[in-house]
Antibody, heavy 123, light 106 residues
Framework: QVTLRESGPALVRPTQTLTLTCDFS??????????VSWIRQAPGKALEWLAL?????????NTFLKTMTRLTISKDFSKDQVVLSMTNMEPEDTATYFC?????????????WGQGTLVTVSS | IVLTQSPVSLSVSPGERATLSCRAS??????LAWFQQRPGQTPRLLIY???TRATGISARFSGSGSETEFSLTITSLQSDDFAIYYC??????????FGPGTKVEI
């Protein structure tokens, strides 16, 4: 069974750096085609794709977001874990952050989602 | 690629059919997925490849279309079908883009 679980702080102050962790099981990021994406959803708003890391450690970011230069996605080779960092957090970054599995060898869409973690940016 | 969904919201009675539309600003072939998000829940993949149901998805959900015009049809609407539905393209990325969503209400 494939599962993903996000964890991180519920509250961050403006200008701080947010670090979110996605712990996954049931698949390997070393398998060709496997990827993990981060997607966020501001309260009452639509889904917004942020970043993806693939089996080959290639990283992709949403270059149309002003947040792109603030994002870093990485994976921990010793654990089944992907980390998303976002620097200089702003109130507009308040959202639920989801990590998802993307199987590019088959479905190519986010077929399994974590439950999401709500991050509030406020002083 | 910008995705536009219509209508913004749709009022449907239980047992009726709902048809949702997703239009892409540029051709995406069949590289389109549909997601369902019930209130307070995580999005769930319904359809990928424009018309292939994901594992465990009821046959009441069907997707069609290609290139720039897509639709999601839900037949015999049930209470737990009332949700927001998003389309997403994965033809040209990054970024993967989502539509703004269609809310299906009772």
């Amino acid at each position: 069974q494939v599962t993903l679980r996000e964890s991180g702080p519920a509250l961050v102050r403006p200008t701080q750096t947010l670090t979110l962790t996605c712990d996954f099981s049931g698949f390997s990021l070393n398998t060709r085609g496997m990827c993990v994406s981060w997607i966020r959803q501001a309260p009452g708003k639509a889904l917004e794709w942020l970043a993806l890391i693939d089996w080959d450690d290639a990283k992709y970011y949403n270059t149309f977001l002003k947040t792109m230069t603030r994002l870093t996605i990485s994976k921990d080779f010793s654990k089944d874990q992907v980390v998303l960092s976002m620097t200089n957090m702003e109130p507009e970054d308040t959202a639920t952050y989801f990590c998802t599995r993307v199987d590019m060898a088959n479905i190519f869409a986010s077929d399994v989602w974590g439950q999401g973690t709500l991050v509030t940016v406020s002083s | 690629i910008v995705l536009t969904q219509s209508p913004v919201s749709l009022s449907v009675s239980p047992g009726e059919r709902a048809t949702l539309s997703c239009r892409a600003s540029h051709a995406v072939g069949s590289n389109l997925a549909w997601f369902q998000q019930r209130p307070g829940q995580t999005p769930r993949l319904l359809i990928y490849g424009a018309s292939t149901r994901a594992t465990g998805i009821s046959a009441r959900f069907s997707g069609s279309g290609s290139e720039t015009e897509f639709s999601l049809t839900i037949t015999s609407l049930q209470s737990d079908d009332f949700a927001i539905y998003y389309c997403q393209q994965y033809m040209t990325w990054p970024p993967f883009t989502f539509g703004p969503g269609t809310k299906v209400e009772i």
